[in-house]
């Protein structure tokens, strides 16, 4: 029985401590961020230090301090890159696209909680059990439509010919691990599922009600006003600048896929560009009212799903009000590129780079815990062997300390 008592408590002791380090781990404060450096340039040696970790084949990294650029940082193996080189943004594209959208609603052409069949003549939603007329442009932006696509882009080849939109919502001939379909398939607003589908009906949207291509709308609404004069949802309109190479991630030069998808995946621009769409949030601009931003930046989904708000993705708040918002784009080949700030401080970060498809999301997580003391999936991975480290250690205590009660305790008893 004396037995049974002692294993229970040792049992006690360390499930106590194996959920102390949990707590330590998903609140933060048992995770080490990227640099002890309090400065924009320690976070970039930082950074740089990471490149030796796995292949990048271009990198351009800037990162901004109370709204302005503090420090930048740009990396090619075999070119010159800098602040007006262009990337594909993949999904980042969706984040500007939403200031086109809500630009249309704050001009009174579209009401975002109007069904959005009220706003297509092209191409309507395919039939299905539920009640289409709840399919709303505000639930588009935030991926709680009901459309259970799943797209994922990947895109078209030199030599394949690019769909129509209403193709591709009928059936995405790139569509990426998934059915392709823009059809709903679950009650809208009930769930967060993320729809690069939405995103190419919200495309039609603007061309419907605007009465312009997406990409003359855009450049008129978005670009023009916020001074970005390199950015384009057109590859070929980029022709007269420079477009960084494109790497897959086993370091060989990749193909350029073209999009029918545009306002899902097909934005270029550049880091002089990015960052002003990034400062636009902070100041009065032409494009959209501080009203508006707020509350596209404000969580739209379920509780307990992903949170993500009129556009850009949440990543979280801590105790002191810092508010991180921004996307992250993911595309082939190898594509990945990552964008965030600080509502609050006015700080950012922007990570655009082709060769490793994880690099600029991990970096820009990196970044997020370092300035907030926002934990993330990606500082937990690589705090993975301090945590394990500090759960064997208190394993080894627990046990060697209780060893040592019970042998004391049994002498005793025999004096």
């Not at 800098?82 to 609603?105: E, H, P």
């Not at 690019?162 to 059936?171: A, G, K, N, R």
């Not at 291509?213 to 949802?233: G, I």
């Not at 922007?350 to 600029?360: K, N, Q, R, W, Y």
Request: proline residues 3%.
């Amino acid at each position: 029985m004396r037995t049974f008592k002692y294993i229970l408590l040792i049992l006690l002791a360390i499930l106590g401590w194996t959920a102390f380090v949990n707590v330590g781990t998903y609140s933060g404060f048992l995770l080490s961020p990227i640099t002890s450096g309090k400065s924009a340039s320690s976070f970039i040696e930082a950074s740089q230090s990471k490149l030796d970790d796995e292949f990048v084949g271009n990198l351009a990294l800037v990162l901004l301090e109370d709204g302005e650029v503090s420090q930048d940082f740009y990396y090619a193996i075999d070119e010159t890159i800098d602040k007006n080189t262009l990337f594909q943004m993949a999904s980042i594209s969706k984040w500007v696209t939403s200031w086109g959208v809500l630009a249309l609603a704050q001009a009174g052409k579209i009401d975002i909680d109007a069904p959005v069949e009220n706003y297509l003549t092209r191409w309507h939603l395919p039939e299905s059990e539920f009640d289409h007329r709840e399919v709303t442009i505000r639930n588009l932006l935030c991926h709680t439509s009901g459309l259970t696509d799943g797209l994922g882009y990947g895109g078209f080849s030199a030599e394949d010919s690019v769909q129509t939109i209403e193709e591709s919502l009928t059936q995405a001939a790139d569509g990426y691990w998934s059915s392709g379909k823009a059809k709903v398939g679950y009650q809208p607003n009930s769930q967060y599922r993320y729809s690069g589908g939405g995103y190419t009906l919200l495309q039609l949207v603007v061309e419907e009600v605007s009465g312009q291509s997406f990409n003359d709308y855009m450049t008129k609404a978005v670009f023009e006003p916020l001074n970005m004069n390199r950015s384009s949802f057109y590859g070929s309109d980029t022709s007269s600048l420079y477009l960084a190479k494109f790497y897959d991630s086993d370091s060989s030069i990749a193909p350029h896929y073209r999009y029918t998808a545009l306002a899902a995946a097909s934005w270029y621009t550049c880091t002089e560009d990015l960052t002003l769409f990034l400062q636009a949030h902070f100041v009065e601009n032409p494009v959209l009212d501080q009203e508006t931003i707020l509350m596209m930046s404000e969580v739209h989904t379920p509780p307990g799903q992903g949170m993500h708000g009129l556009g850009p993705m949440i990543f979280g708040k801590n105790g002191d009000g810092d508010y991180l918002i921004g996307h992250d784009g993911l595309s082939r080949a190898a594509i990945n590129n990552a964008a965030r700030i600080n509502l609050k401080t006015r700080d950012g970060i922007i990570v655009l780079e082709t060769g490793s498809p994880s690099f600029a999301s991990e970096l820009a997580n990196e970044w997020g815990f370092w300035k907030t003391n926002i934990p993330n999936s990606t500082v937990m991975s690589s705090n993975f062997n301090k945590l394990f480290g500090y759960l064997v250690l208190g394993y080894v205590i627990i046990l060697t300390v209780s060893m040592y009660i019970i042998r004391r305790k049994r002498k005793l008893e025999r004096v």
